[in-house]
């Protein structure tokens, strides 16, 4: 987490005002570096609609790096590279400024430098991102994260678990979710992904399952709606 602030710190100094940049991106660039001889995307059948293509294109994206991973036996450690992009370019700002046509490639470099050596990014994730903003492909990178925390996931029998609270739990409290969630799901290995939401006012939820499908509700806040339905007082707001 410290990596990441000082990051976040770093590129504030590099990076235009969100405000000044365009939101159009070119199309879809297939051409792709011979450093990264693995990255193949499937162009065979016809797309249609940018959602689509968009989804098509981040699976294809996650696969080729987890296919490079996993042949370099680092599947573990590329996955810690995934979440800590994902928190980067989780800032509307990085986003704005790898996806803007007018910014020299140069430039772009010179940041996603920054943010390879403050994070401590593997050399093939680091060459992964120069990938994406050379294919002008990183405006959809939180898609290619998703898809490929589900190969991952796949790859090396693991449930992703998803547990929110209004405050950070402890570790052993995490580690006995983990293991509650290996007992209901019979997977070989559990990650806990964490988040906060104050709106559950105490307590946690557990989401796990295809696309957190399944829900263990254990806040206060729906405890509370259980009560009001009950006494019938579904129009009463209760003042948190």
């Not at 307590?203 to 806040?221: A, E, H, P, Q, W």
């Amino acid at each position: 987490m410290a990596s990441f602030q000082q990051t976040s710190i770093s590129l504030q100094s590099k990076l235009l005002p969100s405000s000044q940049l365009p939101r159009a991106l070119p199309s879809l660039n297939l051409s792709f570096s011979a450093t990264f001889p693995s990255l193949k995307l499937s162009t065979t059948r016809p797309l249609q609609g940018g959602a689509k293509m968009s989804a098509t294109a981040a699976s294809s994206y996650a696969l080729a790096l987890a296919d490079v991973a996993k042949s370099n036996n680092t599947l573990d450690s590329t996955s810690s590279d995934i979440e800590q992009v994902e928190k980067i370019f989780s800032d509307p700002q990085v986003i704005d400024f790898f996806a803007n046509p007018t910014i020299d490639a140069i430039k772009k470099r010179q940041v996603l430098d920054d943010i390879v050596k403050s994070s401590g990014l593997q050399p093939h994730t680091a060459n992964f991102l120069n990938i994406l903003v050379d294919a002008k492909r990183i405006d959809i990178i939180k898609e290619i994260v998703k898809e490929f925390e589900s190969v991952f996931n796949k790859l090396t029998d693991t449930e992703l678990a998803v547990v929110s609270s209004v405050v950070p739990l402890e570790s052993q409290h995490l580690a006995q979710i983990a293991k509650q969630v290996q007992k209901l799901t019979g997977a070989k290995n559990v990650r806990i992904k964490t988040s906060i939401d104050p709106s559950l006012v105490a307590g946690f939820t557990i989401r796990y399952g295809n696309s957190g499908s399944k829900l263990i509700d254990m806040s206060v806040k729906k405890q509370l709606e259980e009560i009001a339905a009950q006494l019938d007082l579904g129009d009463i707001q209760l003042a948190v």
